[in-house]
């Protein structure tokens, strides 16, 4: 079975902390993806990468970084975590033709301190 | 700017009641058209999708979704609801632009009463 998986389910940090967020994917997608959700909000696009080394702002980049070495993993950094960036992260992967979707991880419940 | 509007927030049905969930884009060609549901705790499931043809789409776990381009609309259906239907679900179009991705609704949370 094809998956997006994200290290962490649950992760705590401190205000001020670097944080890293995870994703691998075993599907051979070139893209990825990072979304925060929060209630009443949906889901907003943090920042994505259509090829390794590549990454493009999505609507909310402010306070977030990327990386993305090898193809299969797209890790989101915050680099000074804040009590506003306590949240669910989704990470998601896709092939380049958007006729097929994106598949998602089980998400990350990042809380700060 | 492109946007997708799903205007219920909460929406309760019966078990066994039919459902309907309502979503409106803002395009201006047709874009790509997806529903997506999300179990608590879990990450977002594609119900299904529409590109072009047939309008009416079939999906997973028996859902519908009919495209309507008068209306700029893509409703969710199904003709009889099950206990374990109750998720929120989000409906999101893509673009035919280039280094653009999924835009998502807010999403409508449907609770199922016995």
């Known amino acids: 079975d094809v998956k997006v998986t994200q290290s962490s389910r649950y992760l705590v940090k401190r205000t001020g902390e670097k944080v890293f967020l995870e994703c691998v994917q075993d599907?051979?997608?070139?893209?990825m993806f990072w979304y925060r959700q929060d209630p009443g909000l949906g889901l907003r696009l943090i920042y994505f990468?259509?090829?390794?080394?590549?990454?493009e702002k999505g609507d909310i980049p402010e306070g977030y970084s990327v990386s993305r070495e090898k193809k299969e993993r797209f890790s989101l950094i915050l680099e000074s975590a804040s009590t506003n960036q306590t949240s669910m992260y989704l990470c998601?992967?896709?092939?380049?033709?958007?006729?097929?979707?994106?598949?998602f991880g089980s998400g990350t419940r990042l809380t700060v301190v | 700017a492109q946007s997708v509007t799903q205007p219920d927030i909460h929406i309760t049905v019966s078990e066994g009641a039919s459902l309907e969930l309502r979503c409106n884009y803002s395009?201006?060609?047709?874009?790509?058209l997806f529903w997506y549901v999300q179990s608590p705790g879990q990450g977002l499931q594609l119900l299904l999708k529409?590109?072009?043809?047939?309008?009416l789409v079939q999906g997973i776990k028996g859902f519908e979704a009919e495209f309507k381009r008068s209306q700029s609309s893509f409703n969710l259906r199904k003709p009889s609801v099950h206990w374990s239907d109750a998720a929120e679900y989000f409906c999101?179009?893509?673009?035919?632009?280039?280094?653009?991705?999924?835009?998502f609704g807010k999403g409508t949370t449907l609770s199922v009463s016995s």
């Open positions: 998601a992967s896709s092939y380049p033709d958007r006729y097929y979707g994106y598949t």
């Open positions: 529409y590109f072009s043809g047939d309008t």
């Open positions: 990468s259509y090829d390794v080394k590549m990454k």
């Open positions: 999101a179009v893509h673009t035919n632009q280039a280094g653009t991705a999924l835009i």
């Open positions: 599907m051979d997608h070139e893209n």
């Open positions: 395009y201006g060609a047709t874009p790509y």
